[in-house]
Each structure stands twice: as structure tokens, then as C-alpha cells.
């Protein structure tokens, strides 16, 4: 059974299919959830950043929720992942981004988390710095390499794409040429090397969608035909490295602004161009940015969610189907899928 986890402005909707309709249910209301990420090796184990609250872990897919670790209980937890290859028992080792900008590692479930301090002493730390809130930034987005179980990338938003290949132990600073300000990365399971960056830097003469095929060395900016540039969500197709779909609005106001609503959704494919996608979508999309999931176990489907509803793709994000829910749901800050 499929499951979606859908992070709003005050609570946690856990979504899952109900004689034909997606029936909602809501916790940790009142918490402020950010962020979520799902256990890959055991899917009943969810975790959920929140706004002040610190880190919260579910082992029973989203019904029940327990606060997970003092060093962390009343932090603003921005982004989470777990691995799929780092295991200890029964739990993958859990990584914690907060704001202001730091890095944590669980090894045992969230009972306790360490620093990884390391990452705050990087020559380009000092010029992090987030545009609404400029004497500080946040960690935004943590991606786990699938073929080196040790090898992190983790987004600073706003500032620098910095890597560690020892588990946070020491760290690479952002390269020359590298998104600045990234907010969706993801990786691909059957292509090492590869890294996908969906970045506000095309609204700051940079590029919105960036590339890498060596780990983060190098990088390319594959972004003809996206006529918006400031790109929040982004997912790529499970069975397909070269099928990407991104969300894209003017500029940050247009993104997150109801009032100043400008974002829709682009598709590339092999190495066509970007293609703007409206076939079952709201016209426009929506007054903000849709953020965009995808599971391994679904080739060729992807999940949006907006303060539109929620759609799903079942031909590569060529066209999309509304979800039809039991009750309204607005996402505002993080998607999910578990299956």
C-alpha cells in the first residue's frame, strides 16, 4: 500500500488509499513540521524535522510519534535522510540538518545524536547566509550517495553544495562552478556519480537546474527551454536517470507568495530540451511551488504536492491525475512516498 507523508504549516498528514479516495490523517499537529524522510530498508520508520520541536521518529508508519534524542529537542530540524547501507540492527544511520546551519548523525535510532562540527569550519561557512534572514542559514536538503554508503552531500541554503565521503567525519567545500543555493539534490541508484541540483541561482545570474556526472567535481547547466529560473522541487524517474522534472516559479516571491503566484512544472527527457507540463495540472499551477517525490518501487511515477492538492504521474510526469482526497490537504514544506 502506498503511502504519502505531506508536510504542512502546523501538522504531519499521513495519506493512504481508502476504497478509492486517500483518507488523511494528522499528527504531530501544532509542531511545525519541515521535513521527512522514510526509512529505504524498513518503510515503516518514518522521521519528521520540525520547526522548533526538534526530531520526531514513528516505527509504525505514521500512527504513533515519539520525540527522538535530547540534543536535538527543541531545535529547528530543516532536513533529514536515512541510509539505506549504513545500518546499526535494525536502523540506518540517521543524518539531521537544522538552522542555524549544523550537521547530526544518529547511530542508535535517534536515541542520541553527535555533531558533526567539522562541516561549520569549511572556509566558505563564514558567507553562508539566508536572504530573508541574513545573519544566519540553514541546512536545506541531505543526500546520501547509493553506491558509497559513507558519501553525503549536504545544501546550505544559502551558500554551498559541500560533500563529505566519511560520514561527516571531513568535508569538501563547494566548487568552483557549483549551485550556491541548492534546494532539492538528488542522486541516481543506477548511475554513479550522478547528481541532480534544483537551485535558486538562476534568479542570481547562475543556473536553476545544474548537473554533475562525477560526484560533485564538475558541473553543468543542461537548462534549455525552463523559462523560470528560480527551481525548488525536483525528482527523477527510479527507472530512468535521464527523465528529471523539476518545479520552477520567477523568483522567490512568485514561489512561496500566493498573491504573486508564477511556478509550474517542467519535464526533460534523454537530452531534449525542458518542456513545460500542464496536461492534468491546474492552469497555472498555483500560487505555490509544487514539491515533487518519487519512490524506487514505482518506475516512471512521480508525486506532487501543492496548495493545489496533490497529483500523480503515472507516464513520466507527461501528464498528471488530482488525487482524489477525503479532506483538503496543502503542502507546504516537504513530500514523501512509502510503499
Same mark, same amino acid.
Given at each position: 500500500m502506498t503511502t504519502i507523508y505531506a508536510a504542512t504549516e502546523d501538522s504531519l498528514v499521513c495519506l493512504s488509499d481508502a476504497n478509492g479516495g486517500w483518507e488523511a490523517r494528522r499528527q504531530l499537529q501544532g509542531r511545525a513540521p519541515r521535513c521527512i524522510a522514510v526509512d529505504p530498508r524498513r518503510p515503516e520508520r518514518i522521521w519528521c524535522g520540525t520547526a522548533g520541536a526538534g526530531i520526531w521518529r514513528s516505527v509504525d508508519s505514521g500512527a504513533t510519534w515519539q520525540a527522538a534524542g535530547s540534543e536535538l529537542v527543541a531545535a529547528h %530540524?530543516? @532536513? %533529514? @535522510?536515512?541510509? +539505506?547501507?549504513?545500518r546499526v540492527g535494525e536502523d540506518g544511520v540517521v543524518y539531521a540538518g537544522t538552522d542555524p546551519s549544523a550537521l547530526f548523525r544518529s547511530e542508535d535510532g535517534g536515541a542520541t545524536w553527535n555533531e558533526l562540527a567539522a562541516m561549520r569550519a569549511l572556509p566558505s561557512a563564514p558567507t553562508w547566509s539566508f536572504p530573508p534572514r541574513p545573519e544566519t542559514s540553514h541546512v536545506r536538503w541531505i543526500t546520501l550517495d547509493p553506491f558509497e554508503p559513507a558519501t553525503l552531500y549536504v545544501c546550505i541554503e544559502a551558500g554551498a553544495l559541500v560533500r563529505s565521503r566519511d560520514g561527516g567525519r571531513t568535508w569538501t567545500d563547494r566548487v568552483p562552478g557549483g549551485p550556491i543555493d541548492t534546494h532539492t539534490l538528488a542522486a541516481h541508484p543506477r548511475v554513479p556519480g550522478r547528481l541532480y541540483s534544483a537551485a535558486g541561482d538562476g534568479v542570481m545570474g547562475g543556473h536553476g537546474y545544474n548537473e554533475s556526472h562525477d560526484g560533485g567535481d564538475t558541473w553543468a547547466q543542461p537548462d534549455g527551454g525552463i523559462e523560470r529560473h528560480y527551481l525548488y522541487g525536483l525528482a527523477v524517474d527510479p527507472g530512468d536517470p535521464d527523465t528529471v522534472v523539476v518545479s520552477a516559479a520567477t523568483s522567490p516571491q512568485t514561489a512561496?507568495? +500566493?498573491?504573486? @503566484?508564477d511556478a509550474t512544472?517542467?519535464?526533460?527527457?534523454?537530452?531534449? +530540451?525542458?518542456?513545460? %507540463?500542464r496536461d492534468g495540472l491546474p492552469e497555472p499551477m498555483g500560487g505555490l511551488r509544487a514539491l515533487l517525490a518519487v519512490h524506487l518501487a514505482e518506475p516512471g511515477v512521480f508525486y506532487a504536492g501543492s496548495n493545489r492538492g496533490l497529483f500523480r504521474s503515472a507516464d513520466a510526469g507527461l501528464s498528471w491525475q488530482r488525487l482524489q482526497l477525503l479532506e483538503p490537504v496543502t503542502v507546504d514544506y516537504a513530500i514523501a512516498v512509502s510503499a
Open positions: %530540524v530543516s @532536513a %533529514v @535522510a536515512v541510509s +539505506p547501507d549504513e512561496h507568495d +500566493p498573491s504573486h @503566484a512544472i517542467y519535464r526533460r527527457s534523454a537530452d531534449g +530540451p525542458w518542456q513545460e %507540463v
